[in-house]
């Protein structure tokens, strides 16, 4: 049985109508994207301070900075948007992020099978050789793909 093609996917729109949902209420923000990658950017607000006396972002909001930047780049590999869900997503923090700095989120997919994308990345505040997080992950698609 033949699947359906993938929906047309921009990134930029697509981040640009989510500002309804969780990630625009984050803040997280479209940079950039290639064929298998996408960049997103999480800009320092007060209200996802986790550590008050030092003004560090949570690691919730980073997470969910991650897990939206290697989604999308599972779809820009894809080449097209295609219903998943994320399976795992292991997040090592190295570092807690600079207070008052935006936080860059870079996602790739390396791998596709007809239904897991292999994603790894880096969530940075300017520096990627100094990253404040290293993830990897995967994502299942609920229409097998061939």
């Known amino acids: 049985m033949a699947q359906p093609a993938p929906i047309p996917f921009d990134p930029a729109q697509f981040l640009t109508l989510m500002r309804q ?14 064929p298998d990658w996408a960049e997103l950017a999480l800009p320092w607000r ?8 030092r003004g560090v972002l949570a690691s919730g909001p980073i997470v969910a900075l991650m897990d939206m930047a ?3 780049a599972v779809w820009m590999k894809r ?9 795992d997503l292991r997040v090592d923090y190295l570092r807690p992020a600079t207070p008052e700095r935006t936080v860059i989120g870079r996602g790739e997919c ?16 300017g520096d990627p050789d100094d990253p404040v997080a290293h993830v990897a992950g995967t994502f299942m698609s609920t229409e097998a793909r061939r």
């Open 21 to 34: 949902h969780h990630g625009g209420v984050l803040g997280i923000e479209y940079r950039d994207h290639g």
């Open 110 to 125: 390396y791998r596709l099978t007809r239904a897991i994308g292999f994603v790894r990345g880096i969530a940075h505040d």
């Open 79 to 87: 080449g097209g948007f295609v219903p998943h869900a994320t399976l």
């Open 46 to 53: 007060p209200e996802l301070i986790g550590d008050p006396a």
């Open 70 to 72: 290697t989604s999308v």
